[in-house]
């Protein structure tokens, strides 16, 4: 089992920086990979950022390339997701998530479907 909590939401001007955090307890947190995902009203939820369990090799959806950045700290179990030049069609609620099945903490997948554990959800609003 794996519980996953993340924190760091809130409202912001566009333009804006936010940093969201996610808590990690359960099994070996750095055995696995980790994915940040996002989900707007009427929307489906899609990929915004993952990592391997080494933090070496990171992804990222085409509208956050270069603004967000995804990283770990394997020591404190805890994986963030660093978000600058906010705009409003980033508000989302933000999940973090982890794939406990991937080989050697490998990001297999970039799709919900391929992540077995997830967080409550942080709701970040970007207002214009």
């Known amino acids: 089992q794996v519980q996953l909590v993340e924190s760091g939401g809130g409202l912001v001007q566009a333009g804006g920086s936010l940093r969201l955090s996610c808590a990690a307890s359960?099994?070996?947190?750095?055995?696995?990979?980790m994915g940040w995902f996002r989900q707007a009203p009427g929307n489906e939820r899609e990929f915004v950022a993952a990592?391997?369990?080494?933090?070496?090799?990171?992804y990222y959806a085409d509208s956050v390339k270069g603004r967000f950045t995804i990283s770990r700290d394997n020591a404190e179990n805890t994986v963030y997701l660093q978000m600058n030049s906010l705009k409003p069609e980033d508000t989302a609620v933000y999940y973090c998530?982890?794939?406990?099945?991937?080989?050697?903490?490998?990001?297999?997948?970039?799709?919900?479907?391929?992540?077995?554990?997830w967080g409550q959800g942080t709701q970040v609003t970007v207002s214009s």
């Open positions: 998530a982890a794939d406990t099945r991937g080989p050697l903490g490998v990001v297999r997948t970039t799709t919900p479907n391929g992540y077995d554990y």
């Open positions: 359960g099994r070996t947190f750095r055995m696995y990979a």
């Open positions: 990592i391997t369990w080494s933090g070496r090799s990171t």
